[in-house]
Structure formats: structure tokens, C-alpha cells
């Protein structure tokens, strides 16, 4: 992938915006916001993909995300790394408030991680760190066209951030890896695979890709159907590496790479694919920690 550096193109918007309702620090549980067995992992990666795309328009100094190369063609920010970690999801119930804090960093050249922690009541049930750099296409309307870009008037990074996602992204894209979550890189085995098909108006966003937390919700419905854990399993800890995506009516094949079993919890190694081809376009660590069957 190509690194193209352009200035941004100068737009008419008011600099050192207010603070926007979408970094609001709190939150009132309803049913959007809920999963069986408490809060919906789903949604928790698209509100925390919302603040990482609003915590990049703020360090612009805009107040809503609007990223365009100097030809005015939109820029996105597409996500390398996902990781999920210290989660209690099943603590939370309707009515309840969330509490949810968010800071950005320019971890490289080219890449930004925001880190967002979720407490309830005082507690912590979340911490996301999201990853990400800036594309564009090189052909209009064709998602396996990116290049990545180096946008100006961003503040310079910090030689002092890191970032473990962005580390094991890297190194899952390299091969340069032993282990990982308790898996062996030289163990992946062939324990199960299924094929789903895409549907654009539910797994693709509005910048028409493939959206990253729809590759969550394909791990879960693998899991699902190869393994099939008691309902109210929940996650505990996740990293999500992502590779590439698809275009509209491209199937995805999901395979399941390794497994194993402690206690009431579950782990697993996926990866995804695309169903005619083969490209990888993420490897998905999983913790799962299944109900207590006790009443």
C-alpha cells in the first residue's frame, strides 16, 4: 500500500470547535445499547469507532469530521487494530449510566490510537483501543483500491506513544510472530470454516466498506454455529487485526484456526477471508467467558 502526503484542502469551518454531543461523557442504557447478557459488544465498537472519528476532527481543530485531499475526494479513517480489554459487559442492564472517557494519540507518521474506558458506576467494564490511518481510494467506488495518506495540520507524533494493538498488527501482517492470547502462530489447524455473505445495507458503513465492527459480529456468529456456546457467552477480552476489505457482494469466508477451553472460559483463533481468492482480511483473538449455570 502506497503512502500518498497532500495537504488537506482548506475548508470554511469555524476552528476550536465546542465540545460535541458525540463525545459526550455519559450514557443511559437502552435496548440499542443491549446484547443477550448484557452490553452489546457491537455497538460498543461503533461508539467508540464515532469518538475516534470525532477525536481526529477535533485535533484538526474542526468540529465535525470532514477529511478531503486537496482535489476535495473524501479521506477516511480506516481502522488497523481493535482490542477489547477488562470486559465486564454482562454487568450492565437497561436504565443504567455509562460513564465513557476517550483520548487520541499520533502514535507514527501515519497512524492515531484512541483509547476509550467505560466504567460503571465507578467501575471499569471496558477499555477499547482503536488504531487507525487515513485512505483514500485510488478508483472511485472500489474498496481494494486504497492507499494510505499522510494528511498535514494534524499535530506531529509523539515519539513517547505506543500502542500494543498497532505492535501486533503489524507483526500479524508480517508473519513475525510466535505467540499470541495463548496460540501458536506454527498451531493454526483447520477446525471449522463457514461462509457468509454481506449484506450492504447491514455490515457495510456509509463510506460503502465493509464496517469494521461487522467483522466482530461475523466472529460471533462462527462461534456461534462451529462451537455453539451456551447463550449469554460474553467476551472478555478481543483483538480484531485487520488485513482488507471486500466489495458489495463479495462472500467472506471465516475459519476457525484454533480453540481451546478453561474452565467456564472459551478462547479462539479465527481468521477471515475472502471467499474466491483467499486474501486475508483479519485475524481475530478471542476470551469468552460462558454463564454460570448455577440458579
Known sequence: MSILVFPRRAVARARSPAPTPALAPRLTVGMPHLAFGGLSESWLLKECGHRHWFLLAGAAGDAVPDFRDADGAPVYAAFCGASLREARLDRVAENDTLEIGSALSRISATQFCSRHWVRLEG????????????????????????????????????????????????????????THMGFSRTAAGDMGEMVLNPCPSQDFNGAHFLYFAAFQAFADRAEWELLAPPPGTHTVARDILYHGNIEPGERVRVRLLHTRQEGPEMAHWLRLERADGGERLADIFTRRRMPSLTV
Open 123 to 178: 467501575d471499569l467494564i471496558a477499555e477499547v483501543e482503536l488504531v487507525s490511518v487515513f485512505i483514500r481510494r485510488q478508483e472511485a467506488g472500489r474498496n481494494r483500491s486504497v492507499a494510505r495518506v499522510r494528511p498535514q495540520g494534524l499535530p506531529p507524533h509523539d515519539p513517547g506513544e505506543t500502542s500494543e494493538t498497532s505492535a501486533l498488527a503489524a507483526a500479524l501482517r508480517s508473519g513475525r510472530w510466535d
